[in-house]
């Protein structure tokens, strides 16, 4: 329990992604077994234990503790689940650590009514950062900023293997792993990845350098719409049926009614987007509110139902397609297109391409908001998981760009250490004062992250922990030119905005800030609705 | 003879006859003098040098010789118009009282001062510790008839952990990232010494590069017979970053918002503080490496010590005062809190 509470302890300081794989991976070389297992499905939340409810944590608390030291220590604190950690009496005797796969058995053993007194006797053992691991774990509230994908990126760093490897079996695997542990320490077989609705690894595509499009002749390409919704793989087959994000997670739960429309036994690729009641297809925004849910109600279902836009088939029936040429999977899937629900599918179409001054036409043109660029796939491509050089590329439209006004800045981590480089910036408001957009934090050189950090230090108003607030006055301020992908209304956000993917363009020392852009310039960039 | 009529507490009376709280800070009025003034005022008894206990312009300053040593160092040789150094446990006549200094544990020279007139006695405790420290006398328990205690870590949450291992936690780190500069944010007198103590004690022999602003410290401790290892300044010659690779280098924290951190290899930011126990505090420093390690009591040294003592009366000051004084109230205790002002929680930068 020890190991597993310093790796959450450090994951949670640690923001780099590097700095969190070497901490995952070396957690995974040096707990042992079923411990390791475990404490990768906390991370990766295919482990939940939701034990306890805070009220009754506070309860065993008060029991212990003075109630008014304890309300002290909670408004000192912030977090309740750390305070009770931290002043938890501590009992006689020494402290235990417990492996972590005892901790979550006796967990998962206890029947509601015992799970208080579980927790309590393990809160009793365990020293202050295992009762933190501990109430994290029971209150199903670990986040430590790592991703499934970036687990699955440990777990083949880990072993030497290809993440895609990892992603084909995953589904197949359950906590503690104990199958893929002893593959990746080179003392087991591989495990067969599950028999039932597999997910097969899906092939991506490279950014297209514009100045490679002279050496690629436009007749060895079919070209098609990317579309801005998310990417998903289909599955039906006789053992069941099944949606998978892109990494391989299954998002089944969320999407039922797209899964019970998947009569047909086949494997699709495509694009995962949800409809308005008119039918016509909803933005990325209206996507969102269907994301990152385990369920869904039914009110959700009726308001943003589920739509898939097939690109690619890779099984049909008996038929594997992987390595047919795409040209030959195109045809397969339009012909089970013709079969399905039109109310729940369709193919995206192919864009007629005879030079690539056609090509950049369409893109720079697209008729409907929910498509985000073009994308080119070589006729003769088999389907190739990961992203093979040569075969698929992806052109993405021009962001938008904003110019707006430097607000705040933030100090770094690790090699930006000692620089301000992370960048709050605001646009005018009607009564003329400056809201906040957005933040960036790269887009720009070492040199230029020098010459802001200069401007900063010399621009200070006021300073908050690492973040300084700087000068920004209509004739004195720093404007930036932001590009982003798209923008969606958010509640979260004061000015009632947020953007998509933003970064900073230009610099533009010769713009004063009184001619930036007004939130009614980006206001009317929203998507309707 | 001071004839006064019979009180039902003979003994606060008598207290706030001995020591009373002004803006300057405690004040003795029979010795006429203040201790840890936060202002000039003609006599001050320092109890240790932090620069919120220990300013410059003083009339006479009576202090150890170590607190006295370390305000020249910081403050400059005439920081005071005379000083007079108090020998540990050595009774002094001042006025109408007398006083006695005792060791704090808090840092090098950090001391108790016991104020006592007519066999009453109070025990102003300045900042202390109780966990060992091998770079300062230990804290020597001293009864009296008040014990006036600090309370900087004065919440229950304050449990401070084996400060060797956290110690331990800086070197994992550093075998685990050898490729980056690990850089520990530190005050300059008495954490600094106290990390590279702890950090020789895990067994770190190598060098441990030291700040210009710690430079001097380190240097005064390794001249009372503190022995601190090899201490290299943290200064590099052009493109030479990565000699820092794999390092510690320890500096104070406001030197690491600024240009001086971009000359050592990705840097790794840790600092050292009791306050990293809380995560908020950490993350909003923007940490990466928090290390639980304080000079003050945490909540069960206080308690304890109040125990220990069974004062009186507890006065309670700077710090989380109402807990603390929630906790006497609780153990049947009598105390107060002082609220005496212009004393920080535990220099941050």
């Known amino acids: ?529 | 003879m001071d004839v006064r009529p019979a009180r039902p507490k003979p003994n606060v009376m008598h207290a706030a006859d001995l020591l009373v709280p002004r803006p300057e800070g405690l004040y003795c009025p029979p010795g006429d003098f203040f201790i840890d003034p936060t202002r000039p005022v003609a006599r001050a008894l320092v109890t240790h040098a932090h620069s919120d206990h220990a300013i410059a312009g003083h009339g006479a300053v009576l202090a150890t010789r170590e607190t006295l040593d370390i305000m020249a160092i910081r403050l400059g040789a005439g920081f005071a118009g005379t000083t007079q150094t108090a020998v540990r446990g050595e009774t002094i006549g001042l006025g109408g009282a007398t006083v006695s200094f005792h060791p704090a544990g808090h840092v090098l020279g950090s001391a108790q001062v016991a104020v006592e007139k007519d066999g009453f006695r109070i025990v102003a405790a300045g900042d202390y510790k109780r966990s060992p420290d091998p770079t300062c006398a230990g804290f020597e328990p001293v009864r009296g008839d008040i014990f006036i205690t600090e309370a900087t870590f004065g919440l229950p949450v304050f449990r401070h952990p084996s400060p060797l291992g956290e110690a331990q936690k800086l070197l994992h780190s550093l075998a685990q990232f050898p490729e980056r500069s690990h850089l520990v944010g530190v005050y300059a007198l008495g954490k600094a010494q106290r990390l590279i103590a702890l950090l020789r004690a895990a067994g770190h022999a190598g060098p441990i590069y030291v700040h210009g602003a710690l430079r001097r410290l380190c240097d005064y401790y390794a001249s009372r017979g503190v022995d601190l290892g090899e201490l290299p300044d943290a200064t590099v010659g052009r493109g030479r970053a990565r000699d820092f690779a794999g390092q510690i280098v320890l500096g104070p924290t406001s030197a690491f918002a600024g240009p001086w951190v971009r000359r050592f290899a990705d840097p790794l930011i840790g600092f050292a503080s009791g306050w990293m126990q809380v995560r908020a505090r950490a993350r909003q420093r923007g940490v990466e490496l928090p290390l639980v390690i304080s000079d003050h009591a945490d909540w069960s040294e206080l308690t304890a010590t109040i125990d220990e003592l069974d004062p009186t009366e507890v006065w309670v000051t700077h710090g989380r005062e109402e807990a603390l004084v929630r906790w006497c109230s609780l153990a049947g205790r009598r105390a107060r809190p002082l609220h005496l002002v212009g004393y920080e929680d535990e220099a941050e930068d």
């Open chain 1, 1 to 529: 329990m020890r190991r597993f509470a310093e790796l959450l302890e450090r994951l949670a300081f640690t923001p780099a992604r590097n700095g969190k794989l070497r901490l995952l991976t070396d957690y995974l070389a040096a707990a042992p077994d079923p411990d390791r297992g475990w404490g990768i499905a906390a991370i990766t939340r295919d482990l939940t234990l939701d034990a306890v409810k805070p009220a009754m944590l506070r309860a065993l608390t008060e029991a212990r503790v003075d109630p008014e030291l304890l309300a002290l220590s909670h408004d000192f604190v912030g977090d309740l689940a750390e305070t009770i950690a931290l002043i938890w009496p501590p009992t006689p005797g020494p402290v235990a650590d417990p492996p972590l796969a005892e901790v979550i058995d006796r967990l998962r053993g206890a029947s509601r009514r015992e799970a208080p007194q579980v927790v309590e006797r393990l809160l009793d053992r365990l020293d202050a950062s295992g009762r933190f691991a501990l109430l994290k774990l029971v209150t199903g509230g670990l986040r430590v900023g790592v991703s499934a994908r970036l687990a699955k990126q440990a777990l083949a760093d880990f072993g030497g293997r290809d993440v895609t490897e990892i992603e084909e079996l995953w589904h197949g695997l359950a906590p503690p792993y104990l199958g893929l542990f002893a593959w990746l320490a080179g003392t087991g077989p591989k495990p067969m990845p599950r028999a039932a609705a597999p997910f097969r690894p899906v092939m991506l595509a490279h950014a297209l350098d514009v100045a490679d499009l002279a050496k690629l002749d436009p007749a060895d390409f079919l070209a098609e719409w990317k579309w801005d919704g998310i990417r998903v793989q289909a599955v039906s087959d006789a053992g069941g049926r099944r949606l998978y994000s892109r990494t391989g997670d299954d998002i089944s739960g969320a999407f039922p009614d797209l899964v019970d429309a998947l009569a047909f036994d086949a494997t699709l690729d495509g694009e995962l987007l949800v409809r308005r009641p008119d039918g016509s297809i909803a933005t990325f925004s209206d996507l969102q509110q269907r994301l990152n849910r385990k369920t869904v109600t039914a009110a959700q279902l009726a308001r943003y139902p589920a739509h898939l836009r097939a690109y690619d088939l890779l099984q049909a029936g008996a038929r594997d397609l992987l390595a047919e040429p795409f040209a030959a999977r195109r045809a397969a899937l339009e012909a089970l297109g013709a079969t399905l629900d039109p109310g729940r599918f369709d193919l995206s179409p192919l864009l007629p391409v005879a030079s690539w001054d056609d090509l950049a036409a369409l893109r720079a043109a697209p008729p409907d908001p929910v498509i985000e660029g073009v994308m080119l796939k070589r006729r003769d491509s088999p389907y190739v998981p990961g992203r093979p050089k040569g075969l698929w590329f992806k052109w993405k439209r021009d962001p938008h760009t904003v110019d707006a006004v430097l607000m705040y800045a933030q100090r770094g981590h690790g090699k930006r250490s000692g620089f301000y480089s992370d960048y709050t910036f605001g646009v005018w408001t009607e009564d003329g004062a400056l809201t906040p957009v957005g933040k960036a934090y790269f887009g720009f050189t070492d040199a230029e992250l020098a010459e802001i950090d200069r401007w900063v230090r010399s621009n200070t108003t006021e300073r908050f922990g690492p973040v300084r607030a700087v000068r920004a006055e209509p004739d004195h301020g720093l404007v930036l030119e932001v590009a982003f992908e798209g923008l969606a209304r958010s509640a979260r956000h004061r000015s009632g905005l947020a953007m998509r993917f933003p970064r900073i363009a230009r610099l533009r020392w010769d713009k004063p800030p009184s001619e930036a852009d007004t939130l009614e310039t980006l206001e009317a960039l929203l998507p309707e609705g």
